[in-house]
């Protein structure tokens, strides 16, 4: 089946630690990207990448990093830096669909720091 | 910069009455794409429908439909014969036709099918 993984689905981090969000897609498209998600909120731009080796800052990039190495992988880091990470992490690819460009989301991450 | 509002947190309808999601929207880009997106409990995005700017048909799939008055600059989302599984958030999005071609979000309508 062609879409997009997360993992882990939820993941507890100390303060002070850096965790790596996973995120493959076999869907082949050459862009992906990252959003936050906060409570009773929609989302927002984290980073993201419209080929491979090549990234950009979204609106809400600080205390976050990311790598493209491979068109199917795009890891998501956050950094001790990020003062509140506490949220729901959404990665999504974007490629042509039976409607035109559309951007399909992965199940998503839940990152609690304890 | 492109903005979404949506301007009702909740919404609670009777199953299988229909029910009409309110998006309005702001931009100067002349070409964009409009979205609308399904998030259940489970906290995946769903991929409902599309809208161009220059379609001249309102989209529809299934038993969702797109009113698109784009002089008022409005997108609602339209499901007709609601069902029990169609409680969830629902968000509008804006496409930017530009640069990162990044989805600008509404903050979202819960929509409730009562029995």
């Known amino acids: 089946d062609g879409g997009i993984t997360q993992s882990p689905k939820y993941l507890f981090r100390k303060e002070g630690q850096n965790v790596t969000l996973s995120c493959e897609q076999n869907?082949?498209?050459?862009?992906m990207y990252w959003y936050r998600q906060d409570p009773g909120q929609g989302l927002r731009l984290i980073y993201y990448?419209?080929?491979?080796?090549?990234?950009q800052k979204g609106d809400i990039a600080e205390g976050y990093s990311v790598s493209r190495e491979k068109k199917e992988s795009f890891p998501l880091t956050v950094t001790s830096a990020q003062k509140n990470p506490t949220a729901f992490y959404l990665c999504?690819?974007?490629?042509?669909?039976?409607?035109?460009?559309?951007?399909?989301f992965g199940p998503g991450t839940r990152l609690t720091v304890l | 910069a492109q903005k979404i509002t949506q301007t009702q947190p909740g919404m609670f309808v009777q199953e299988k009455e229909a029910v009409t999601l309110d998006c309005t929207y702001d931009?100067?880009?002349?070409?964009?794409?409009l979205f609308w997106y399904k998030q259940p409990s489970s906290g995946e995005m769903i991929f409902l429908i599309y809208?161009?700017?220059?379609?001249?048909q309102n989209a529809t799939e299934g038993r969702y439909s797109l009113n698109f008055q784009k002089a008022r600059k409005s997108a609602n989302l339209v499901i007709s014969a609601s069902q029990l599984g169609d409680s969830a958030m629902y968000f509008c999005?804006?496409?930017?036709?530009?640069?990162?071609?990044?989805?600008?979000f509404g903050q979202g309508t819960r929509l409730t099918i009562n029995p």
């Open positions: 869907l082949n498209h050459d862009a």
């Open positions: 999005a804006m496409r930017e036709i530009q640069g990162a071609q990044k989805l600008v």
């Open positions: 931009t100067s880009d002349p070409s964009y794409g």
């Open positions: 990448s419209q080929i491979v080796n090549d990234f």
């Open positions: 999504a690819s974007r490629g042509w669909g039976n409607v035109g460009d559309t951007q399909y």
């Open positions: 809208q161009g700017s220059y379609d001249q």
